[in-house]
C-alpha cells in the first residue's frame, strides 16, 4: 500500500469514536448512489465498481444501488444532492466538480450553494487529456493548429469539464475549436466520435483510455494534447497545453480554468445537514473502500486509476476556487460563457 493510501485511510478511521450512534441505522436498509454521468461514462464505471465493495464498510451493511441521473452536464445531479435527496444519510454521489467553478463564476443555472454539502472525497484526481478520431485528419498538435476548418469537439454543457476545457484551450491556445454540446454523459461522446459525428473530445485519461481501450493502440484514436499540471508518464510525447501557451494570461486561464478543477472533477458528496455520525460512516466506507484489496483488484483489472483525495482536502480546493483573483475570475467567466 503506497504512502498516499495509508495516509488518506488513516484520516478516515481517525474519525471512528463517533461512529457507535449509528452503528444499526444503515441495517436492512438501502442506499441511493446518485450519478450525474449516463451509464457506461467514467463517472459510471467508477461509481458501480466502487458500490460493489463499499457496502461491506458500512455498519448494518446496507445494499447500495446505483441511480444514473442525467442532464444539463450533471447539475441535474447535483442539485438534486443539494436540495431535494432527505439528509438522513441514505443518498449520496458523483457530479462533474467543474459545476463548483461554474458556481465561482456565477455561471446562470448553478443557484445553489454548492459549499453546504458534505464532500466525502475523490477516487481519483482527473488528468484532462484532448483525443481525436483519425478521420479528423489531426494526429498532433502541429496539424491541429494549422487546421483550415474547426475541429468539433464534443461537450456536456456549459459548467461540465468537457465543455470548459474546449472553450478554455480554444482560447488559452488559439485552436480552431467547434463545441458541440447536449450529450448525456462521455459514453456518448465517444459513441457519436466513432459514428462521426464528431472529430472526438477532451476529457479525464483515466477513462478515456479506458473507453478507447482498443481504438488508442489501433492507431484509430489520436491522444494529442495533455491540459495537465505535469506530464502523464503514459504519454511522453504528447504536449501539454502550458507548454504550448504563449501568454501568462493563456497559463492563469488553463490552470484555473481546467487543470486545478481537474482535481475534484469525480466529486462525490452526500446531502446539506446529513447527521454527524452518518457523515463519518460514509466518509469512513469511502476511504476504506479505496484501500479494500478487491476493489483495487477489480480497478486494476479494468484500469482504474485510484488517486485520492479526503473530503476535508476537496472542501479546502472548493474554499480556494472562490477566493479566485477577481481579474483572473472575471476573464474566466467571460471564456467560459456559452456563445
Not at 493548429?145 to 491556445?173: C, E, F, H, M, Y
Request: glycine content about 8%; overall charge positive.
Amino acid at each position: 500500500m503506497n504512502t498516499k493510501l495509508q495516509c488518506y485511510l488513516l484520516v478516515a478511521l481517525l474519525a471512528l469514536p463517533g461512529v457507535v450512534r449509528a452503528d444499526d441505522f444503515y441495517r436492512g436498509k438501502t442506499v441511493r448512489v446518485i450519478v450525474g454521468g449516463s451509464a457506461g461514462g467514467g463517472f459510471d464505471i467508477y461509481s458501480r465498481a466502487m458500490a460493489r465493495h463499499m457496502a461491506k464498510h458500512i455498519p448494518g451493511n446496507p445494499t447500495l444501488i446505483v441511480e444514473n441521473m442525467t442532464g444539463a452536464g450533471t447539475l441535474i445531479a447535483a442539485k438534486y444532492l443539494h436540495s431535494s435527496a432527505k439528509p438522513d444519510g441514505l443518498s449520496f454521489g458523483m457530479f462533474n466538480g467543474a459545476l463548483i467553478l461554474g458556481r465561482v463564476l456565477g455561471m446562470k443555472g448553478i443557484d445553489f450553494e454548492v459549499r453546504e454539502l458534505e464532500f466525502l472525497g475523490v477516487p481519483v484526481q482527473d488528468n484532462t487529456v484532448c483525443a481525436l478520431r483519425k478521420e479528423s485528419g489531426v494526429a498532433n498538435m502541429d496539424q491541429w493548429l494549422a487546421a483550415k476548418i474547426p475541429i468539433k469537439l464534443g461537450g456536456l454543457s456549459p459548467g461540465n469539464s468537457t465543455s470548459d476545457v474546449a472553450r478554455i484551450i480554444q482560447t488559452a491556445l488559439n485552436l480552431p475549436v467547434q463545441l458541440v454540446e447536449g450529450y448525456k454523459g462521455t459514453n456518448e461522446i465517444r459513441l457519436a466520435a466513432d459514428a462521426g459525428e464528431l472529430h472526438g473530445a477532451c476529457w479525464a485519461w483515466e477513462t478515456l483510455k479506458v473507453a478507447w481501450a482498443k481504438a488508442i493502440p489501433a492507431g484509430e484514436v489520436n491522444v494529442v494534447l495533455q491540459v495537465t499540471a505535469k506530464k502523464i508518464s503514459e504519454l511522453p510525447n504528447v504536449p501539454m497545453a502550458l507548454d504550448l501557451a504563449k501568454t501568462d494570461e493563456a497559463r492563469q486561464l488553463l490552470k484555473a480554468g481546467a487543470i486545478d478543477p481537474a482535481a475534484i472533477v469525480r466529486i462525490y458528496v452526500t446531502t446539506p445537514h446529513t447527521p454527524k455520525d452518518r457523515l463519518i460512516i460514509l466518509r469512513t466506507a469511502f476511504a476504506k473502500t479505496l484501500v479494500d484489496p478487491e476493489f483495487t483488484a477489480e480497478a486494476n483489472k479494468a484500469n482504474l486509476d485510484i488517486n485520492p483525495l479526503t473530503g476535508d482536502e476537496v472542501k479546502k480546493i472548493v474554499d480556494d476556487l472562490f477566493k479566485l483573483n477577481p481579474a483572473v475570475k472575471s476573464r474566466l467567466a467571460a471564456v467560459l460563457a456559452p456563445k
